[in-house]
DNA sequence: TTTTATAATTTAACATGTTAAGTATATGAC
DNA sequence: GTCATATACTTAACATGTTAAATTATAAAA
């Protein structure tokens, strides 16, 4: 009778472990050009997020950039710094805060935009539109089956 | 003319971000089991991948723990300390090492396991047994088209 | 055989992941 | 209005992510 162990998959093999490869090598192009502008993944992730949807407040800001609250309190020290973000205080709750971007944090959002789309882009053409699409929904519906 | 930034998706329902949330949502509910066992995620995964295909050398454990170089040594040296890993010269190649679980890694990886499995078929069940094995196949063609 | 290039680690340094706890504020029950 | 509980952050502490560089060994080219 086999071990428990090893009615487990090789972890690369995984769901895991294929999780974690695939965002690897969708991330590990665009690294260095982030590098180049000035910032790490996690930072162009809350300047992302801040574009996408913001003001917000920190809670919301952490959920949709995938980060945890310490996390973006040590990165929103940094960029507030740099001027990328503009962080005022709740008017609606004196507990937090209610962060934006600002016009040179917009700039540098908008200047990597253009070679992210292009990476993005040499993706679908590689592996098929329709069918990241395809696989973009099953993750979702995966997180959904999971988290409820 | 919408901006750059305005073709690009949410950053929660872009590629990279439903990747990591797919991840997040499957590791989650395993983290708190393995830190009750007393390791890591990380240090998990190293241990998994030994059970999977020890004894290797530091190079091929890093490729398949999906782990930096820097990580693995750090991450060795305390698993080599707690003597849940043996480490020793490659009679092959003077630069590095091989290693190998012990006894006692061993016997942490069994237990373990069975939390993993569980909550594994748990995702399986609720997501489709079939259906997952589709989007673990689909991720690997992703990470080849994208890797070549 | 010698020289050059590459590779396997390790170290350094800094950023972030992750958990626990603390502080201040908000909410809900009574 | 008071009190208990929950929440939004922040801080602390330690582990790992990530890049660059250093050291030592191996492989390839001349």
Redesign the pocket.
Known sequence: MKKNSKNLPPYRHSLAGTLLAAR?AV??PI??M??EAG????????LRVLDDSGP???????DS??????????????LVERELVI?QA?P????????SLSASGRTLIEETATHTILQLSLYSKKFGDKRLKNLIAELRALIKAIDG
Do not use: C, H, Y
Request: proline residues 4%; hydrophobic residues 45%.
């Open positions: 690897e991330m590990a690294r260095p982030l590098a910032v790490t993944e996690q930072q162009w992730r809350v917000i407040d920190l809670k919301t800001l952490a950039a995938l980060l945890f609250g310490p996390s973006v309190t040590r990165i929103l020290k940094d962080r709740n609606k709750d004196g507990r937090g805060a209610i962060v």
